[in-house]
């Protein structure tokens, strides 16, 4: 594993299960990558029965992380139900970001899973592949590390591989299991009369089995589209709620030239906004009677700068749906 440190600097670390052993520090400036090729020759001489795939693991400031809430249905297609939040739950278009995403906790009580969501901007991860291949590394994952070194790394970064053949076993079950029937029955038609009292309980028996195993398939079929529909609502969700750079435009637009924020906060419908200005009063009324934005209150007491005679504020709204047709 290489795990990238600041200014260029990273060390060269052996993982083995949960045990990590630092090996080297190495300089990644393009004017030390014949040290860098070298100190890889001497460790890969070393450890010869190591994995010939490497994995880089990005500091963690270069990521951005948050947590969702999802419904426990949702966890059968967990990845697309992210992928469905990723522009509201982020300030990036989905085209500008890797990312990944794991299961924190799953609450089988209040039947919600707690998703962490890590995301990386697309051109530091192509930059990382760009080095590796330049540096001669079979690159199988680029992670971000956690500012919590107890819950590990945020997971492989890296663009999807072509879909496994067990995503597509459902379908394959099926046809497979009839091919089967088709040759038992064949089979039967076969066997001489004098052995046919014999042989047909056999048969029963199998010909039960393949069905029970193609209707074992076509349930679990039925469960995944119907999970599918359940989850869908994330996507009314989306289309409904305002995105931040909606939100962020909305407050630019109402906001009057003499405030400035020092904070703004967006979460789950609300927004949470801390500045300055000439007056506190006059923004909680214009937020109050904005169509973007309602139940404007003041979440702790204005301030009152005697110096300049301006007006410390937090105010926290809700933010209104999209109404669509």
């Excluded at 001489?45 to 949702?74: K, N």
């Excluded at 697309?80 to 794991?102: C, G, M, N, W």
């Excluded at 289309?239 to 400035?260: F, I, K, W």
Aim: hydrophobic residues 45%.
């Amino acid at each position: 594993m290489l795990v990238i440190g600041e200014a260029g600097a990273a060390t060269f670390v052996l993982q083995s299960g949960d045990r990590e052993e630092a090996l080297a520090q190495v300089d990644l400036s393009s004017e030390k990558l014949g040290d860098f090729r070298q100190i890889l020759a001497a460790i890969r001489s070393r450890f010869p029965g190591a994995a010939a795939t490497a994995v880089v693991r990005m500091p963690a400031e270069a990521a951005l992380r948050t947590t969702m809430s999802l419904p426990l249905a949702a966890q059968a297609n967990l990845a697309q139900v992210v992928s469905f939040e990723l522009d509201r739950r982020t300030p990036f278009k989905s085209d500008e970001i890797y990312y990944a995403h794991r299961l924190l906790k799953r609450d089988n009580a209040a039947q919600r899973l707690i998703i962490e969501l890590t995301v990386v901007p697309r051109a530091a991860i192509d930059d990382i592949v760009a080095l590796a291949e330049r540096l001669g590394l079979d690159l199988d994952a680029v992670e971000a590390a956690s500012p919590d070194p107890s819950i590990g790394a945020s997971g492989n970064l890296l663009p999807a591989r072509p879909q496994p053949l067990t995503a597509r076993l459902p379908n394959m079950a099926l046809a497979g299991l009839a091919g089967l029937a088709l040759i038992l029955a064949c089979t039967a038609l076969a066997i001489p009369l004098y052995r046919a009292h014999a042989t047909a309980g056999e048969l029963s028996l199998q010909l039960a089995e393949a069905k029970r195993q193609a209707d074992e398939s076509i349930r679990l079929q039925k469960e995944i589209e119907a999970e599918i529909q359940e989850s869908g609502f994330l996507g009314n969700r989306k289309r409904q709620a305002a995105s931040v750079s909606e939100t962020l435009d909305a407050l630019t637009r109402l906001l009057p030239d003499d405030t400035y924020l020092t904070e703004v906060e967006i979460s789950n419908g609300d927004v949470q906004i801390s500045g300055i200005t000439a007056s506190a009063s006059t923004i909680l009324g214009l937020l109050d009677q904005s169509q973007r934005f309602s139940d404007a209150v003041f979440r702790s007491p204005v301030i009152q700068d005697q110096r300049t005679s301006r007006e410390q504020f937090n105010i926290g709204a809700k933010i209104v749906a999209r109404k669509h047709p």
